[in-house]
């Protein structure tokens, strides 16, 4: 962890020079450094990568079968916002850069590229022949379109809040205009929301139609979407890195966590994004499976809508709520002591974290019961909205314990995954919700300015629709600071502002993130932020 945090101050570093000099640099040798890597903990059998993206021998399988516990949200990059998409996009499109398994960003569709005088503009240079699913070339005008649609689009803001525009300078080369110098730029533009589409796709299609039948430059074709069911899809043989290893492809989606196991078990499915904690067990005591697993970059949290409803008015209940939950209860009851316990908005492994941060209201039932009692609230119903998956049902059925036992009428609304982020996480239809959200970007930024400043309220962004001056005025200054010492002190600021100020969030733990295939599945590793390229996995028996 301490590691990972170096890395990340060493780039800040380098931001805060660039933006000193205000000189013209290039990229040095193709790469720059990212967010530090996760180092996964292979499971039973777990072997590394060999060459990936090179065809299988003769004699070995071709094909492999996904199985998802919900199905995804979209297939335009333009429009995605939850992890199971993003990283179901990384097989239909690429990026200007490439997102490395160890955190640095190498040469994607870019072989290079140049930031300007005082780091407002970066300049893409792009890679000579690239193609299409549908057979065009890529050019710099798909880069451009590409980048200006998914900015103007507030689903994107997250990683796109910081671009002005995207212009085209000649047939292979394209500059983004940045409205402030912005260090976290470059991890940005290896992000799914930056992927690169083919105009003609999107305009002769329209935008629905390519939300379903997706055209990029990625690794594999789209063949067929069954809703509630399947996805499929096959190599693209042009493909500008080669072929790859598995030419057929499926999603499935498979909603019990238990019929997922047995699935793998007979065979039917080859591997698991994302292992339930109740099943962990079964799959790590079968010798024929393997299980993978690395620390989350995902947090997990209570949020209040600040704008409406009982919390909004009762600012006492929310402190009741914060008093009322035990962390360790959760972690070890719900998720079998795989997690880590979290008092900041802020995950420890991105810049800003606030180390030694402490929750003044915390695990307290005596003061919970107080509080509701003095608020005239007790035996009141309260309903947590969340998502039907294990990952979240169980947590939730444990604070819904607590909340009974500080003394509200607590139950819990488990609702079907597009339900609840068209409903809750984008439409704010509750008033107390438990969510995940993940730092795709090992940024406090990222975590926090579209998440709490009250000009992104709504559309899946501040879905909080927190609207606090003082913490959009520390937002703004740390986004525009080159200082890294600075920023580290406003983000401790903001820590304490949103969970013991304001009571916003009640931050409650960071998991571990998993995966799980057939043995003789290779060039799978658990991922932070669970994002897998099928172009790396191959057959070795």
């Not at 024929?288 to 997990?300: C, I, Q």
């Not at 799980?516 to 099928?534: D, K, M, N, P, T």
Request: hydrophobic fraction near 45%.
């Amino acid at each position: 962890m301490k590691k990972q945090i170096i890395a990340l101050l060493s780039l800040m570093l380098v931001a805060v020079i660039a933006f000193s000099a205000c000189a013209t640099q290039p990229n040095q040798a193709g790469t720059q450094q990212g967010q530090a890597g996760q180092q996964g903990e292979a499971g039973q059998q777990g072997g590394q990568q060999d060459q990936p993206g090179q065809a299988n021998d003769a004699n070995l399988r071709d094909d492999v079968t996904i199985a998802v516990i919900s199905e995804w949200a979209s297939l335009d990059p333009r429009t995605a916002n939850d992890l199971l998409s993003f990283s179901i996009l990384g097989q239909f499109f690429d990026t200007l850069v490439l997102p490395e398994r160890d955190g640095t960003i190498s040469p994607g569709l870019a072989t290079h590229w140049e930031v300007s005088d005082c780091a407002t503009e970066y300049t893409f240079f792009l890679r000579e022949g690239v193609l299409f699913h549908n057979g065009d070339t890529l050019t710099a005008d798909d880069v451009a379109f590409s980048i200006n649609r998914a900015t103007a689009n507030l689903a994107t803001s997250r990683i796109t809040g910081t671009i002005d525009r995207a212009e085209v300078v000649d047939d292979m080369t394209v500059t983004v205009f940045l409205h402030h110098p912005y260090a976290p730029f470059i991890l940005c533009a290896a992000q799914a929301n930056l992927a690169i589409v083919s105009r003609r796709a999107v305009e002769e299609m329209g935008e629905d139609a390519f939300a379903r039948h997706p055209v990029g430059t990625g690794p594999y074709v789209f063949v067929e979407w069954r809703p509630g069911d399947r996805l499929i899809m096959e190599s693209f043989p042009d493909y500008w890195r080669g072929q790859a290893a598995i030419t057929h492809a499926t999603y499935r989606v498979i909603t019990d966590a238990m019929t997922m196991t047995v699935a793998l078990e007979s065979g039917e499915i080859d591997m698991i994004l994302s292992v339930s904690a109740s099943e962990r067990i079964n799959i790590v005591g079968n010798p024929n499976l393997v299980y993978h697993t690395t620390e989350s970059a995902s947090k997990w949290y209570l949020a209040f809508n600040m704008q409406e409803g009982l919390f909004a008015e009762n600012p006492d209940l929310r402190r009741a709520i914060a008093y009322a939950i035990n962390r360790e209860d959760i972690v070890m009851g719900a998720l079998e002591g795989l997690g880590y316990i979290l008092y900041s908005p802020l995950t420890p492994d991105v810049f800003g974290y606030p180390q030694n941060f402490v929750a003044t209201h915390s695990n307290n039932l005596e003061r919970a019961r107080e509080l509701v009692e003095e608020a005239g609230f007790a035996g009141h119903t309260i309903v947590m909205r969340t998502m039907e998956s294990p990952n979240y049902a169980a947590p939730a059925m444990v604070m819904q314990e607590q909340l009974r036992l500080a003394g509200f009428d607590a139950r819990v609304d488990l609702m079907e995954r597009g339900a609840f982020l068209e409903d809750v996480f984008r439409g704010g239809q509750y008033e107390l919700q438990f969510i995940s959200t993940t730092a795709l970007v090992a940024d406090a930024d990222f975590h926090l300015f579209t998440r709490m400043h009250s000009d992104h309220r709504g559309g899946g962004m501040n879905f909080t629709f927190t609207s606090i001056p003082e913490i959009d005025e520390l937002l703004e200054r740390s986004r525009l600071s080159a200082d890294p010492a600075e920023r580290i002190e406003i983000y401790y600021q903001l820590s304490d502002l949103i969970v013991n100020e304001y009571h916003i969030l009640v931050p409650l733990y960071v998991t571990m993130n998993s995966a799980a295939s057939v043995a003789g599945l290779g060039g799978l590793e658990a991922h932070s932020a669970q994002r897998y390229f099928i172009f790396d996995l191959y057959w070795t028996n």
